[in-house]
């Protein structure tokens, strides 16, 4: 991506519909934090605006699927169409950090998430979550979520929960932590020459 297409903003949209899910999803990765977000699973919602407001990413998502059965299915779609927007917003990856670590708390609880936008999809989670649900959202769900983002942007996403005592507290730290890190990693810094990598290609 040259400097121009940079400085323009690096955008980019899905739309996914299988018989479990239907869902439109786009994002600014160079944005202002405007999120617009209309799906079935109102904790995911709450997730979502975290993660887009922390990260400055302009996020629209709108989805429907089969919650009636559960949220897996929902969740998971939204993970996989949020990992290949990013993926095709950064292009070519020229000139980002490509790295970041950050850690969030929340009250109780400390997140930390660490990424390499590395073109190798790894996710690793260390959370030791107290509470099945928070509400009516189960907390494997963030693993659903964060794996498939992971595999479809093809980054290494690593997320470790310290501690915490409220499930609530952890998870929103989790997902505050990645809008920062992703930010971080996304951003463009003059220094960088062309991909940063000395293989000249990510």
């Known amino acids: 991506m040259s400097e ?14 299988t018989n479990e899910t239907d869902i439109q999803l ?16 109102p904790f995911l919602n709450h997730m979502l605006d975290l993660f887009a407001k922390h990260g400055q990413f302009d996020l629209k998502v709108e989805a429907r699927g089969d919650v009636d059965i559960d949220d897996h299915h929902t969740v998971e779609d939204i993970g996989i169409c949020l990992g290949q927007v990013l993926r095709e917003a950064l292009g070519d990856k020229a000139g980002i950090k490509r790295y970041a670590s950050v850690f969030v708390p929340m009250d109780e609880a400390l997140a930390q998430v660490v990424i390499d936008i590395s073109n190798r ?26 794996w498939k ?15 915490g005592r409220n499930t609530h507290h952890m998870i929103e730290a989790v997902f505050k932590a990645l809008g920062r890190a992703l930010d971080e990693a996304t951003s ?11 293989k000249g290609v990510l």
């Open 188 to 198: 463009i810094d003059p220094r960088v020459k062309g991909v940063p990598s000395t």
């Open 26 to 41: 786009s994002l600014g990765v160079d944005g202002t934090g405007a999120v617009s977000i209309e799906t079935d699973v």
């Open 149 to 163: 983002l992971a595999l479809e942007a093809r980054i290494t996403l690593h997320v470790i929960v310290h501690y």
């Open 121 to 146: 999809p790894h996710f690793e989670l260390r959370a030791d979550f107290p509470a099945a649900t928070v509400g009516s959202f189960s907390s494997e769900l963030v693993h659903e979520f964060l």
């Open 4 to 17: 121009d297409q940079a400085k323009a903003g690096r955008s980019a949209a899905v739309s996914r519909k």
